[in-house]
C-alpha cells in the first residue's frame, strides 16, 4: 500500500508519457484516461485521416475555428492528461517535478535542442521577459525588433526601455520580399545595438522571417539573437540548432496544442549565463548556505529559470501534445495548414476587392493568411463572418493594418476553408 | 509603423465577444453541484469535519500531515479546474477578463484587499520575486529577514546580492515571545535598510510572527515591508488591511487547497509604483503606438501577462469559497484543537523535544518535533515506512527535525497514530 515513487511512477508518469509501452496500465483506465490511439496516416484517403484527427479536437461544432495564432485548441488526449495526471498526483499530494526530467526530454527533442537548455514558461512572453529581463543591459544599448511584433515580444523590451533606459529600434516587415528584412536589420545595427529579436513567423501576417540568415549577421557583430517562436513551433517543424539563434521562446498553447499557460524557452547552452534569473526560488539553485550569502550558485540547466511549485500536469500534457504532432508527422501538419491556406488563397483572390498582406513565395509563408478589402472596415468583416457565418477568424488592428487573419491547422478541412471563401464573398457582395 | 494596442486588445477580446453574444451560451459545468457540508454541531465537530473529508479525492492512506509543503485539493476545486478547461476548449476564446476579475474579487474579499491591489501569480516565490526584484535597490542596500525563511523567500534576496549587491541581515526567530522577535528586528535596522521580510508563519517551526508590530518599526524606519504569507493564507485568517505590510505573498497550493501552480501577490495601492514590473506583455498595460511609451494598467494587473490558465484561476476561487463555507475561524482553530492534542501526547515522550513555540497566540497547527537521535531525514523516513504517516523533515539550518501539518481533512484518530508513532519512534530509533 505504501506508495512510493516507483509505483506512482507506474500509475502515471512513465507510462503516460509512452517512455516504456504501459498506456494501458489499468490505473490510467480506471481514471478515464480515453488512451485515444493517433489515426494511421493513409495515403489513400488522406480526408478520412484529417477527419479522425478533427474528431480529436472536442470543438464545438456550431462554428468553424481559424484562430490558431491567437489561442489553440487542444485534442482530447492532452486534456485527459491534464485531467488524470491532476487527479492522480492530487490523491497521492505530489508535485510531480520527477516528471519534469522526462517532458524536457520530449520538448528539447521536438526544437531540436538539448534538455539542459529547455525550460518550462507560462507563455512565449515568459520566455521572451526571461531574456530580456536578465541580459545585462545599459542605458542607450540599443535593441532592434520588428513593428509587427506581438505586445509578448515587445513589451519586455520596451520594459528595459522604461527602467534602463535602453533603445528601442523597429523595422518593419517587407512582406514583397521577406528577404529584405535582412537588410533592413543590418540598417540599423550600430556600435550600441546588444540585441536583435524577430519572430520566426509573424503574428499580424504570417511572414516566415529569414532566420539562418539573421543569426549569421547577428553573430557577425557579436549580438544577441532572440527569436519569438509563438507563431512557429507547431505550425513548422522547429530545428533550433539550424536556426542559429541564441534563445527561442514559445507558447505551448497555441499551434502546439497544449493547455493553456503552457510555454517553452530554449537558451544556448554556452551562452546561458549570459541571462540572469530575475525569479527565483527553491529548484534555481542546489546549493545555497544561508550562513554565507552572497554567492548564489544557479542551477546547471535552463531550469534555473523555473522556480517553486509548478503544475506538473500542465508540463506532461504539454508533452503530450508535442508526442501527438510527432505522431502525426510534423512535415505532415505543415504540409496540411499550408495546403489549407493556399487553398483560402485561391480563393479570395478570385474575389474583388481582396488583398492579400501575407506573402505568396511558399518560403516566406505557411498556415497564416491575411487579408483586407477597401470595400468593408476589418472590423465589420470579422463581426459579419462571426455573426452570420459562424466563422471565427482574427481582426488585425496592428500596424494600421486593418485586416482579417486565418490560421489553418490540422483540425481544419477544405469544405470549411471553401465555406469561408465563400462567406467572404457574400460579406463583401453586400458591402 | 503604428501599432494601436488599445484596438489590438479589443479586437481580440471585447469585439470577439461583441460579435459571439449572438451564438450559443457557454455550456454549464460538465459536473453535478457539489455536495453541501453539514451544518456545524459544536456537540459533534468530527461529524463535521468526516463531511470535510469527503470532499478530498486524497488516498486514505499513508496520512497526508504536509499541507505546509503541498496541500490537496477538494474534489470541487479539481470539478471547477477541469469544467472552465472544458468549457474553453469547445470555444477557443480567451475570455481572459471575464474570468480572471471575478476570481480576483473573491480572493481580494478573501484576503481583505482591494481588487487592484491583487495579481495571480503561480506560487509564493514568483510574489516574493517579483518583490524583490522590482523595488529599486542599489548595492549596500539591506534587507533584514528570518534565517528560517524558505527558499521562496531568501533566494529572491540573494539574487539580489549577486545582482545589485543588495546586503542580507539575518534573524533567529525568536520562539519564546513576539517582543522578541521585534527586538531582533529593531537590533538589525540601520540607516541602509531598505526592506524587512518575515514569514507571517515560519515554515519550519509554525510560528506566528508579530507581523503588525513589525509593520509599524518598519514604517517607521522608512523601509519596505514585505510578507511571506505561504503558510498563513488557509491556516488563520488574513486581513492585510490590518496587518499593514506593503506587500504580501500568498501560495494557492498549499494551505489554501487551491490547483498546482497558483498563488497570489498584493502590493498596498499607494505603492504600486514602487515595484517595477519584472515580467511583462498583454495586459500589462496600453502603449498606443509603437515605438512609444508604455503605460502600465493602474492595478497590480501590471504584473501579470499573456495567456493564462483561466481553469486554475477559477480553482483557486473555489478553493477560497470552499474554506468561506466551512468558515475560516472554525478552520483555525480545528488545527489548533488538533496541534493541542498532538502537543498534549508528545509532552510525555522521553527525549522528543518541541521545536515549535509553546507561548499562546505564537503556535499554529504546524507541530515540529525533534528526535534526540535520529535526523530530519531518518526521523521522517521511518515515520513513513512504519507508521505510513507522511511529514516534512526539516532540515533546515541544522533543526533536524520533522514538521506535522494538520488541517480540514485530518482527524483526531490521525493525531492519535502520530502520537503512537512518534512513542514507538523514541524507543526503535
Same mark, same amino acid.
Given at each position: 500500500?505504501?506508495?512510493?515513487?516507483?509505483?506512482?511512477?507506474?500509475?502515471?508518469?512513465?507510462?503516460?508519457?509512452?517512455?516504456?509501452?504501459?498506456?494501458?496500465?489499468?490505473?490510467?483506465?480506471?481514471?478515464?484516461?480515453?488512451?485515444?490511439?493517433?489515426?494511421?496516416?493513409?495515403?489513400?484517403?488522406?480526408?478520412?485521416?484529417?477527419?479522425?484527427?478533427?474528431?480529436?479536437?472536442?470543438?464545438?461544432?456550431?462554428?468553424?475555428?481559424?484562430?490558431?495564432?491567437?489561442?489553440?485548441?487542444?485534442?482530447?488526449?492532452?486534456?485527459?492528461?491534464?485531467?488524470?495526471?491532476?487527479?492522480?498526483?492530487?490523491?497521492?499530494?505530489?508535485?510531480?517535478?520527477?516528471?519534469?526530467?522526462?517532458?524536457?526530454?520530449?520538448?528539447?527533442?521536438?526544437?531540436?535542442?538539448?534538455?539542459?537548455?529547455?525550460?518550462?514558461?507560462?507563455?512565449?512572453?515568459?520566455?521572451?521577459?526571461?531574456?530580456?529581463?536578465?541580459?545585462?543591459?545599459?542605458?542607450?544599448?540599443?535593441?532592434?525588433?520588428?513593428?509587427?511584433?506581438?505586445?509578448?515580444?515587445?513589451?519586455?523590451?520596451?520594459?528595459?526601455?522604461?527602467?534602463?533606459?535602453?533603445?528601442?529600434?523597429?523595422?518593419?516587415?517587407?512582406?514583397?520580399?521577406?528577404?529584405?528584412?535582412?537588410?533592413?536589420?543590418?540598417?540599423?545595427?550600430?556600435?550600441?545595438?546588444?540585441?536583435?529579436?524577430?519572430?520566426?513567423?509573424?503574428?499580424?501576417?504570417?511572414?516566415?522571417?529569414?532566420?539562418?540568415?539573421?543569426?549569421?549577421?547577428?553573430?557577425?557583430?557579436?549580438?544577441?539573437?532572440?527569436?519569438?517562436?509563438?507563431?512557429?513551433?507547431?505550425?513548422?517543424?522547429?530545428?533550433?540548432?539550424?536556426?542559429?539563434?541564441?534563445?527561442?521562446?514559445?507558447?505551448?498553447?497555441?499551434?502546439?496544442?497544449?493547455?493553456?499557460?503552457?510555454?517553452?524557452?530554449?537558451?544556448?547552452?554556452?551562452?546561458?549565463?549570459?541571462?540572469?534569473?530575475?525569479?527565483?526560488?527553491?529548484?534555481?539553485?542546489?546549493?545555497?548556505?544561508?550562513?554565507?550569502?552572497?554567492?548564489?550558485?544557479?542551477?546547471?540547466?535552463?531550469?534555473?529559470?523555473?522556480?517553486?511549485?509548478?503544475?506538473?500536469?500542465?508540463?506532461?500534457?504539454?508533452?503530450?501534445?508535442?508526442?501527438?504532432?510527432?505522431?502525426?508527422?510534423?512535415?505532415?501538419?505543415?504540409?496540411?495548414?499550408?495546403?489549407?491556406?493556399?487553398?483560402?488563397?485561391?480563393?479570395?483572390?478570385?474575389?474583388?476587392?481582396?488583398?492579400?498582406?501575407?506573402?505568396?513565395?511558399?518560403?516566406?509563408?505557411?498556415?497564416?493568411?491575411?487579408?483586407?478589402?477597401?470595400?468593408?472596415?476589418?472590423?465589420?468583416?470579422?463581426?459579419?463572418?462571426?455573426?452570420?457565418?459562424?466563422?471565427?477568424?482574427?481582426?488585425?488592428?496592428?500596424?494600421?493594418?486593418?485586416?482579417?487573419?486565418?490560421?489553418?491547422?490540422?483540425?481544419?478541412?477544405?469544405?470549411?476553408?471553401?465555406?469561408?471563401?465563400?462567406?467572404?464573398?457574400?460579406?463583401?457582395?453586400?458591402? | 509603423?503604428?501599432?494601436?494596442?488599445?484596438?489590438?486588445?479589443?479586437?481580440?477580446?471585447?469585439?470577439?465577444?461583441?460579435?459571439?453574444?449572438?451564438?450559443?451560451?457557454?455550456?454549464?459545468?460538465?459536473?453535478?453541484?457539489?455536495?453541501?457540508?453539514?451544518?456545524?454541531?459544536?456537540?459533534?465537530?468530527?461529524?463535521?469535519?468526516?463531511?470535510?473529508?469527503?470532499?478530498?479525492?486524497?488516498?486514505?492512506?499513508?496520512?497526508?500531515?504536509?499541507?505546509?509543503?503541498?496541500?490537496?485539493?477538494?474534489?470541487?476545486?479539481?470539478?471547477?479546474?477541469?469544467?472552465?478547461?472544458?468549457?474553453?476548449?469547445?470555444?477557443?476564446?480567451?475570455?481572459?477578463?471575464?474570468?480572471?476579475?471575478?476570481?480576483?474579487?473573491?480572493?481580494?474579499?478573501?484576503?481583505?484587499?482591494?481588487?487592484?491591489?491583487?495579481?495571480?501569480?503561480?506560487?509564493?516565490?514568483?510574489?516574493?520575486?517579483?518583490?524583490?526584484?522590482?523595488?529599486?535597490?542599489?548595492?549596500?542596500?539591506?534587507?533584514?529577514?528570518?534565517?528560517?525563511?524558505?527558499?521562496?523567500?531568501?533566494?529572491?534576496?540573494?539574487?539580489?546580492?549577486?545582482?545589485? =549587491?543588495? /546586503?542580507?541581515? *539575518?534573524? @533567529?526567530?525568536?520562539?519564546?515571545?513576539? !517582543?522578541?522577535?521585534?527586538? %531582533?528586528?529593531? $537590533?538589525?535596522?540601520?540607516?541602509?535598510?531598505?526592506?524587512?521580510?518575515?514569514?507571517?508563519?515560519?515554515?519550519?517551526?509554525?510560528?506566528?510572527?508579530?507581523?503588525?508590530?513589525?509593520?509599524?518599526?518598519?514604517?517607521?524606519?522608512?523601509?519596505?515591508?514585505?510578507?511571506?504569507?505561504?503558510?498563513?493564507?488557509?491556516?488563520?485568517?488574513?486581513?492585510?488591511?490590518?496587518?499593514?505590510?506593503?506587500?504580501?505573498?500568498?501560495?494557492?497550493?498549499?494551505?489554501?487547497?487551491?490547483?498546482?501552480?497558483?498563488?497570489?501577490?498584493?502590493?498596498?495601492?499607494?505603492?504600486?509604483?514602487?515595484?517595477?514590473?519584472?515580467?511583462?506583455?498583454?495586459?500589462?498595460?496600453?502603449?498606443?503606438?509603437?515605438?512609444?511609451?508604455?503605460?502600465?494598467?493602474?492595478?497590480?494587473?501590471?504584473?501579470?501577462?499573456?495567456?493564462?490558465?483561466? =481553469?486554475? /484561476?477559477?480553482? *483557486?476561487? @473555489?478553493?477560497?469559497?470552499?474554506?468561506? !463555507?466551512?468558515?475560516?475561524? %472554525?478552520?483555525? $482553530?480545528?488545527?489548533?484543537?488538533?496541534?493541542?492534542?498532538?502537543?498534549?501526547?508528545?509532552?510525555?515522550?522521553?527525549?522528543?523535544?518541541?521545536?515549535?513555540?509553546?507561548?499562546?497566540?505564537?503556535?499554529?497547527?504546524?507541530?515540529?518535533?525533534?528526535?534526540?537521535?535520529?535526523?530530519?531525514?531518518?526521523?521522517?523516513?521511518?515515520?513513513?515506512?512504519?507508521?505510513?504517516?507522511?511529514?516534512?523533515?526539516?532540515?533546515?539550518?541544522?533543526?533536524?527535525?520533522?514538521?506535522?501539518?494538520?488541517?480540514?481533512?485530518?482527524?483526531?484518530?490521525?493525531?492519535?497514530?502520530?502520537?503512537?508513532?512518534?512513542?514507538?519512534?523514541?524507543?526503535?530509533?
Amino acid at each position: 500500500m505504501n506508495v512510493d515513487r516507483k509505483t506512482f511512477l507506474r500509475g502515471l508518469g512513465a507510462g503516460a508519457l509512452g517512455l516504456i509501452a504501459a498506456r494501458s496500465l489499468g490505473s490510467m483506465e480506471a481514471d478515464g484516461y480515453q488512451s485515444a490511439v493517433t489515426p494511421a496516416w493513409t495515403g489513400d484517403n488522406p480526408e478520412e485521416f484529417w477527419r479522425q484527427v478533427r474528431a480529436q479536437f472536442p470543438m464545438t461544432p456550431e462554428r468553424t475555428y481559424f484562430n490558431t495564432g491567437g489561442l489553440g485548441p487542444a485534442p482530447l488526449r492532452v486534456l485527459d492528461m491534464l485531467t488524470v495526471a491532476s487527479r492522480q498526483l492530487q490523491e497521492r499530494v505530489e508535485t510531480g517535478h520527477d516528471f519534469f526530467a522526462q517532458a524536457r526530454v520530449i520538448a528539447a527533442d521536438y526544437l531540436g535542442a538539448k534538455p539542459a537548455e529547455v525550460c518550462f514558461t507560462r507563455n512565449t512572453t515568459e520566455g521572451t521577459c526571461i531574456v530580456a529581463g536578465g541580459l545585462e543591459l545599459q542605458a542607450a544599448d540599443e535593441v532592434i525588433f520588428e513593428s509587427h511584433a506581438h505586445p509578448g515580444g515587445s513589451f519586455p523590451w520596451l520594459n528595459r526601455e522604461r527602467a534602463d533606459g535602453i533603445v528601442v529600434k523597429t523595422f518593419e516587415p517587407d512582406p514583397v520580399n521577406p528577404q529584405r528584412n535582412l537588410e533592413r536589420i543590418a540598417a540599423l545595427i550600430t556600435p550600441r545595438t546588444r540585441v536583435v529579436q524577430v519572430s520566426h513567423i509573424t503574428s499580424p501576417t504570417g511572414l516566415i522571417m529569414p532566420v539562418p540568415a539573421i543569426a549569421q549577421l547577428a553573430r557577425a557583430h557579436n549580438l544577441w539573437f532572440h527569436v519569438d517562436g509563438a507563431q512557429s513551433a507547431g505550425m513548422i517543424p522547429v530545428n533550433v540548432a539550424a536556426l542559429g539563434c541564441d534563445s527561442f521562446a514559445t507558447s505551448g498553447h497555441k499551434w502546439i496544442g497544449g493547455p493553456h499557460e503552457t510555454g517553452v524557452l530554449w537558451i544556448r547552452l554556452d551562452r546561458m549565463a549570459q541571462v540572469t534569473p530575475r525569479h527565483v526560488g527553491a529548484y534555481s539553485s542546489d546549493d545555497i548556505n544561508l550562513k554565507n550569502p552572497g554567492l548564489f550558485i544557479y542551477s546547471p540547466g535552463a531550469h534555473r529559470y523555473e522556480y517553486g511549485t509548478r503544475n506538473a500536469a500542465s508540463v506532461l500534457a504539454l508533452a503530450e501534445a508535442m508526442r501527438f504532432q510527432t505522431e502525426i508527422g510534423r512535415d505532415r501538419i505543415a504540409a496540411r495548414g499550408r495546403a489549407l491556406a493556399q487553398r483560402v488563397r485561391a480563393g479570395l483572390e478570385k474575389i474583388d476587392g481582396v488583398e492579400l498582406l501575407t506573402p505568396a513565395d511558399p518560403a516566406y509563408s505557411a498556415s497564416i493568411l491575411t487579408f483586407r478589402s477597401i470595400k468593408l472596415a476589418y472590423g465589420k468583416i470579422f463581426e459579419r463572418l462571426l455573426g452570420d457565418h459562424h466563422l471565427r477568424t482574427r481582426p488585425v488592428s496592428e500596424v494600421d493594418l486593418d485586416a482579417i487573419r486565418i490560421s489553418a491547422h490540422l483540425f481544419n478541412s477544405p469544405e470549411e476553408c471553401d465555406h469561408l471563401v465563400a462567406a467572404v464573398g457574400e460579406v463583401l457582395r453586400k458591402a | 509603423m503604428q501599432l494601436d494596442r488599445r484596438t489590438f486588445v479589443q479586437s481580440v477580446g471585447l469585439g470577439a465577444l461583441g460579435a459571439l453574444a449572438g451564438t450559443a451560451p457557454l455550456a454549464a459545468a460538465p459536473t453535478a453541484a457539489p455536495p453541501l457540508l453539514p451544518a456545524y454541531d459544536a456537540q459533534h465537530p468530527d461529524a463535521f469535519w468526516r463531511a470535510v473529508r469527503a470532499h478530498y479525492p486524497l488516498q486514505d492512506e499513508p496520512v497526508y500531515l504536509n499541507a505546509g509543503g503541498l496541500g490537496p485539493t477538494p474534489q470541487r476545486v479539481l470539478d471547477r479546474v477541469f469544467g472552465t478547461m472544458t468549457e474553453m476548449q469547445a470555444h477557443s476564446e480567451p475570455e481572459h477578463e471575464r474570468r480572471i476579475e471575478p476570481a480576483r474579487r473573491t480572493l481580494a474579499a478573501f484576503l481583505g484587499a482591494g481588487p487592484e491591489e491583487i495579481c495571480f501569480t503561480r506560487n509564493a516565490t514568483e510574489a516574493n520575486s517579483i518583490i524583490a526584484a522590482g523595488l529599486a535597490l542599489g548595492p549596500g542596500d539591506e534587507v533584514i529577514f528570518e534565517s528560517h525563511a524558505h527558499p521562496g523567500g531568501s533566494y529572491p534576496w540573494f539574487n539580489q546580492v549577486q545582482r545589485r =549587491g543588495v /546586503v542580507v541581515r *539575518l534573524f @533567529e526567530p525568536d520562539p519564546t515571545s513576539a !517582543e522578541g522577535n521585534v527586538a %531582533r528586528v529593531r $537590533a538589525l535596522l540601520s540607516p541602509r535598510t531598505k526592506i524587512v521580510q518575515v514569514s507571517h508563519i515560519t515554515c519550519t517551526t509554525g510560528q506566528v510572527m508579530p507581523v503588525a508590530a513589525l509593520a509599524e518599526l518598519a514604517h517607521a524606519h522608512g523601509a519596505w515591508f514585505h510578507v511571506d504569507g505561504a503558510q498563513a493564507v488557509g491556516l488563520v485568517p488574513v486581513n492585510l488591511a490590518a496587518l499593514g505590510c506593503d506587500s504580501y505573498a500568498c501560495s494557492g497550493h498549499k494551505w489554501l487547497g487551491g490547483p498546482h501552480e497558483t498563488g497570489a501577490l498584493f502590493v498596498r495601492h499607494a505603492r504600486l509604483d514602487e515595484i517595477a514590473p519584472t515580467g511583462i506583455g498583454s495586459h500589462t498595460g496600453e502603449l498606443p503606438f509603437l515605438p512609444g511609451v508604455l503605460v502600465l494598467k493602474p492595478s497590480a494587473v501590471r504584473y501579470e501577462y499573456g495567456t493564462r490558465n483561466l =481553469g486554475l /484561476v477559477a480553482g *483557486l476561487a @473555489e478553493a477560497v469559497r470552499f474554506q468561506e !463555507e466551512i468558515g475560516r475561524d %472554525r478552520i483555525a $482553530a480545528w488545527g489548533r484543537e488538533l496541534a493541542a492534542q498532538l502537543r498534549a501526547g508528545l509532552a510525555g515522550i522521553p527525549g522528543i523535544e518541541l521545536l515549535s513555540p509553546r507561548a499562546d497566540g505564537l503556535w499554529t497547527a504546524m507541530t515540529t518535533l525533534r528526535h534526540p537521535r535520529a535526523n530530519a531525514a531518518k526521523f521522517s523516513d521511518y515515520l513513513k515506512r512504519h507508521h505510513r504517516l507522511r511529514c516534512r523533515p526539516v532540515s533546515e539550518q541544522h533543526l533536524e527535525a520533522v514538521r506535522v501539518s494538520l488541517h480540514v481533512f485530518n482527524s483526531r484518530a490521525e493525531c492519535d497514530r502520530v502520537i503512537a508513532a512518534v512513542r514507538a519512534a523514541a524507543q526503535e530509533l
